[in-house]
């Protein structure tokens, strides 16, 4: 929310300026806010920054515009709690620009949530959600003191951004209140470390394992097998890859997939690709592939959506509408973690 600050003087007092940018629509946000939470949000900005400001009044400033006052001695936040609660995290992150903003861990939950958000997905798939970011959260400020505003895992928005995107957006939002305050500091964990969010929408019937990532696991999700997204075919011609790779490619050329250190490559030619590398460059659905060569062109057939990594968005959504609740559907797609709520172990 706030990328800056001044402390100056009047004679009686220290103030505090607290700069915001429209860039990303960050500061038409506290709009959305009631006065205690901009306060709130101030006296964590100052806790978390270790800011040396001891006064109460605190001037906004947008592009250069004082656009509000706040007096923090009126708050009844009398003191900044040591927890990491999603009202009280805060979450640095770095723009495009190199220039560093901070928001609550809640409004990242929330950009997150709508990032994933289907009118269809259960209520205990999006607290899977949360809880896995809370993970990644506390594990990028402890380790990197920050997030990138877009990486493998987040593209980040503000709430601003959703408003146009969702007709429901106010019933929605208060949803995602409700959600992320049921899971409020619950992350998961193995061997005392925080885990990466890993999430994909299907797979070919069972996860992944990465070795990598050992708290990885591969799980039955048969429930994947009836996914939309479980098939999905795309032919390219040998002139479209020629252009692309910059090979001279033909029905004749050397073609295959070969396995190598517990994961497969696939051999264009003289070239040798990574299945991720592949993905990429040809913006395939799934790093799951098959290959059939043609006269005139290559067919490549994709199983699954994402990585087949950790939690199955398709098959946890079928599994919470059994009843299953998010505690027993994480226990299941990472059976090698814990859940934890700051130091408390909730499962063993």
């Known amino acids: ?8 003087n009047n004679g009686k007092e220290d103030i505090l300026y607290l700069f915001l940018t429209m860039k990303y629509e960050f500061s038409s946000e506290f709009n959305l806010q009631d006065e205690n939470d901009l306060k709130r949000r101030t006296k964590n900005f ?13 001037y906004l400033i947008v592009d250069g515009i004082v ?13 900044f709690p040591s927890s990491y609660s999603s009202d009280y995290f805060m979450v640095s992150i770095k723009l495009e620009d190199n220039s560093i903003c901070e928001i609550s861990l809640k409004d990242y939950l ?3 949530l709508f990032s994933y958000f289907d009118l269809n997905l259960h209520d205990e798939v999006l607290k899977c959600i949360c809880i896995l970011y809370n993970g990644y959260i506390y594990k ?15 593209n980040y928005k503000p709430i601003s951004y959703y408003k146009s995107k969702f007709s ?57 097998l009836a996914s939309p997204y479980y098939i999905s075919v795309c032919d390219f011609s040998y002139q479209d890859l020629n252009r692309i790779f910059n090979l001279s490619l033909n029905k004749n050329s050397n073609i295959s997939l070969v396995a190598k250190k517990n994961s497969q490559r696939i051999v264009l030619e003289n070239k040798t690709y990574t299945i991720k590398e592949l993905q990429k460059i040809l913006h395939l659905k799934s790093n799951n592939i098959y290959l059939i060569i043609y006269q005139d062109f290559l067919r490549i057939i994709t199983i699954g959506l994402g990585n087949s990594y950790g939690l199955s968005l398709f098959g946890a ?32």
């Open 140 to 154: 990028m400020m402890k380790e990197n003191e920050g997030v990138v505003v877009s990486d493998e895992f987040h």
């Open 67 to 79: 656009v509000k006052s706040i007096d923090i001695s009126k708050t009844i936040y009398n003191s």
């Open 46 to 58: 100052i806790q978390s920054n270790h800011i040396p400001f001891h006064g109460n009044h605190i």
């Open 168 to 224: 429901s957006f106010d019933s929605i939002l208060k949803k995602f209140y409700s959600i992320i305050s049921e899971v409020d500091s619950i992350f998961l964990g193995y061997k005392n470390d925080y885990i990466l969010p890993f999430i994909h929408y299907s797979n070919s019937g069972k996860t992944t394992i990465n070795s990598l990532y050992p708290y990885l696991s591969s799980v039955r999700s048969l429930w994947d």
């Open 110 to 112: 929330i950009s997150v």
């Open 317 to 348: 959504n079928e599994i919470a509408k059994s009843g299953t609740s998010y505690f027993n559907i994480l226990n299941y797609y990472f059976p090698k973690t814990k859940l934890f709520k700051h130091i408390k172990e909730l499962s063993s």
């Open 1 to 8: 929310m706030f990328y800056n600050y001044e402390i100056h």
